[in-house]
């Protein structure tokens, strides 16, 4: 078994990184069996060159070596990629075409982008892992395949199965075992490396004197935080060396090479904000006036409450949670002595009226119906945008509207939803 630095020297892998050496170290433990391996790492990191090490040295080897990018492949086209499809099976379907299964046979297919799969091709692909089957567009004969998956992806494979954008039991097929990349701004004493070398490469390439780094710019390159990785730090590279007519470079020079230099501080706000951030003032107004017609609700309840019973002192046991939730749970004694006061003054209604007999509640204030439905349809629309944010979870959606899972389930089911 060759040695991890002899791999990184053949392979052109730069930097000595511990969490770069134990994903080496891993492609070559597994690279003799067949189990799939699933490579993860952000974009721009380099993992397709874990799938080269894994099949240069394993039984395959002198097979085929594929490499498909799923995410480049239209939808309506990839199962015939991936598979092949028969004459005929759809619209130009001229003649028979074999798949990247079919032609790979006996080698080893890289997957990168994996996570941007049609949920159908997940499944057909599934069926090849577990049984090396697999049916061509448009046929019904079932073929066989011995083929070694290697799959890579830059997305959260976690957070795309809570989506039900990735097949959970293909996750775990496809991850038997799962090799990760650092990202390069976590690789700081391999960036000067990096550098170095792109900066070799280019000079042989366009026939010029080789660039080089002063201390301040090496200093401020391994503070950068490469958000394009290796892949951002070659293009600066190479921008570098073809534009600059000097050959030393400081870090005032670099500085026109690095976007956003000033935004790498301790605490960066994202331009781009959460959806389910109420940072629209209007679905802010929504919110108040959702929450506003909520306590009125609680209060009509516990108005009613007190009208049947009388008794003060029961209501107010019998309700505790209610009258905490309406008045709040940090006033004192004294504040809310003062408001059942008021209550109980507001509330003396006298028993002889002959008004009382013809309208049991005429204190009461009148609500122009213009305006309740209103409320009624910003309600609505409030109830909708937070469970279309939270994919239909009514539990996540009543968190967010600051209501309980059973409120807003007999909303939805008055409003029909």
């Not at 028969?86 to 130009?92: N, P, V, W």
């Not at 306590?295 to 009613?304: E, F, Q, R, S, V």
């Not at 939270?390 to 509207?401: D, I, N, P, V």
């Amino acid at each position: 078994m060759e040695s991890v630095q002899a791999i990184k020297q053949r392979f052109e892998i730069i930097g000595n990184d511990p969490v770069l050496n134990r994903a080496v170290e891993k492609a070559i433990q597994v690279a003799p069996t067949d189990i799939s391996v699933l490579v993860t790492g952000e974009s721009g990191v380099g993992k397709e060159s874990i799938p080269k090490i894994i099949h240069s040295l394993s039984h395959r080897k002198h097979g085929k070596y594929i490499a498909v990018n799923c995410g480049a492949i239209p939808e309506g086209t990839i199962d015939s990629e991936l598979f092949g499809h028969e004459k005929g099976a759809f619209t130009g379907a001229t003649s028979t075409r074999n798949g990247y299964f079919e032609v790979a046979d006996g080698g080893t297919i890289f997957l990168d982008e994996v996570g941007e799969l049609p949920l159908t091709t997940q499944v057909r692909l599934l069926r090849v892992l577990e049984n090396g089957e697999f049916i061509k567009v448009g046929s019904s004969n079932v073929q066989k395949t011995n083929v070694r998956i290697v799959a890579a992806t830059n997305l959260n494979m976690f957070d795309a199965i809570k989506k039900e954008k990735f097949r959970e039991d293909l996750y775990y097929r496809l991850s038997t075992v799962e090799i990760n990349l650092p990202p390069l701004r976590d690789r700081k004493d391999d960036i000067h490396l990096l550098f170095r070398k792109f900066a070799a490469d280019f000079a042989i390439k366009y026939k010029m004197p080789t660039i080089r780094l002063e201390d301040d710019a090496v200093e401020l390159l391994q503070k950068y935080q490469w958000g394009g990785n290796i892949r951002q730090l070659r293009n600066v590279a190479e921008q570098i060396s073809v534009l600059e007519q000097e050959r030393s470079i400081n870090g005032a020079k670099i500085k026109s090479y690095l976007p956003n230099i000033g935004s790498n501080l301790p605490a960066v706000i994202a331009e781009k904000k959460k959806e389910s951030d109420f940072s629209n003032e209007r679905e802010i107004l929504y919110k108040v006036l959702f929450d506003m017609k909520s306590d009125l609700n609680d209060l009509k309840k516990l108005t009613m409450k007190l009208m049947e019973s009388g008794n003060l002192k029961d209501v107010k046991d019998e309700h505790e949670g209610l009258i905490q939730k309406i008045y709040g749970e940090n006033e004192d004694e004294q504040d809310i002595e003062d408001q059942e006061e008021e209550e109980r003054s507001i509330l003396q209604i006298p028993q002889n009226s002959s008004q009382e007999k013809e309208d049991k509640y005429y204190f009461a204030e009148e609500i122009e119906e213009e305006e309740t439905l209103s409320l009624q349809d910003k309600e609505l629309e409030l109830i909708k945008k937070s469970l279309e944010r939270h994919s239909g979870k009514r539990k996540s959606a009543a968190e967010e509207l600051g209501i309980s899972e059973r409120t807003l389930y007999r909303k939805i089911k008055q409003y029909d939803l």
